[in-house]
């Protein structure tokens, strides 16, 4: 009796892992079955979208619609295909993401290890920023956007995006760096430390995971944002998400589903490699204290 319970307990682990395996397969392929339609359909021709099964993989693979999607399909009466969008969004994202999380890191540290009379309440006002609807701000930043001249443009995109994730950028930091020592902070100042040195050479090499986080959440919001970019941008200045909307509301005679599916993937072809490439930092970051406090 007692050597076969070693062996029942065993047998009945191995079909609980079975089982949970099976589960998270089935989960998996669930949630990626529609990237896997839309990688198949934008391989095929059009022949092939018509006549084929919609899971079928295509008979002769071929980035035909690709190429088509960049730089040739119309977005309107333009057509240049995604690429000028595309290049608009790189051109805004990298700038609006580094500004808002160096924004968000100083008034992180500010508010956790600098403390100030009425700071808290700061930190409260700045955090209805995080649960204010966007749609409520738009008519009051076309108005600031128009008295600084930056309407309609890449530049008048980046500010708003800067001033729309400080909220979160900030909330991300202060709630990190309230896990720091208070004893590192004393201590510098001790030593004639000042205020950007101890910022410098203390807080921001301990900063790496909850700047990932930061980072990746930032490029995610910013790339994927339809309705700033709709709302802010002008004829030369529109993100990529607003080329896929105008690409794939262009009326033509016949609806070429392959080349939406290859322009849908292409403008989610930086945020895919994002996650890829860093995820499993984000993961670390969160659990290093990105949802403390």
């Known amino acids: 009796m007692n050597a076969r319970t070693p062996a029942s307990h065993l047998a009945r682990h191995r079909l609980q892992r079975a089982l949970l395996w099976a589960v998270l397969v089935l989960f998996a392929a669930w949630f990626l079955a529609p990237l896997y339609v839309m990688l198949t359909t934008s391989l095929k021709d059009m022949a092939q979208v018509r006549d084929g ?6 008979d002769s693979p071929s980035l035909a619609a690709w190429s ?8 309107g ?3 240049g295909g995604l690429r000028p969008f595309f290049m608009n ?19 992180g540290y500010v508010l956790s290890k600098w403390r100030f009379r009425g700071s808290e309440l700061m930190f409260a006002l700045m955090l209805f920023g995080v649960f204010m609807p966007m749609q409520v701000v738009l008519l009051p930043m076309s108005q600031v956007l128009g008295w600084f001249g930056l309407a309609s443009s890449i530049w008048g995109l980046i500010l708003v995006h800067v001033i729309a994730g400080i909220p979160n950028t900030t909330l991300f930091f202060r709630n990190s760096y309230v896990g720091l020592p208070d004893e590192l902070i004393k201590a510098a100042m001790l030593d004639g430390a000042g205020f950007w040195l101890i910022f410098r050479r203390i807080v921001l090499p301990l900063s790496t995971p909850i700047m990932v986080v930061t980072l990746i959440w930032q490029f995610t919001n910013i790339w994927n944002d339809f309705l700033y970019g709709v709302v ?41 490699l994002v996650y890829v490439v860093a995820g499993k930092y984000f993961v670390r970051g969160l659990t290093a204290g990105a949802v403390k406090g």
Do not use: R
């Not at 088509?68 to 977005?75: D, E, I, L, N, R």
């Not at 030369?236 to 849908?264: C, F, I, Q, R, W």
């Open 53 to 58: 099964h919609l899971l079928a993989w295509p």
């Open 232 to 272: 802010f941008s002008g004829a030369d200045s529109k993100p990529v998400t607003v080329g896929l909307n105008n690409l794939a509301n262009t009326s033509s005679s016949v609806k070429e589903y392959n080349v939406d599916m290859a322009a849908a993937l292409i403008a989610a072809l930086p945020t895919l």
């Open 89 to 107: 969004s790189v051109l805004m994202v990298v700038p609006a993401v580094l500004v808002s999380t160096a924004i968000g890191a100083v008034n």
């Open 68 to 75: 088509k999607a960049w730089s040739q399909a119309c977005t």
């Open 77 to 79: 009466v333009d057509c």
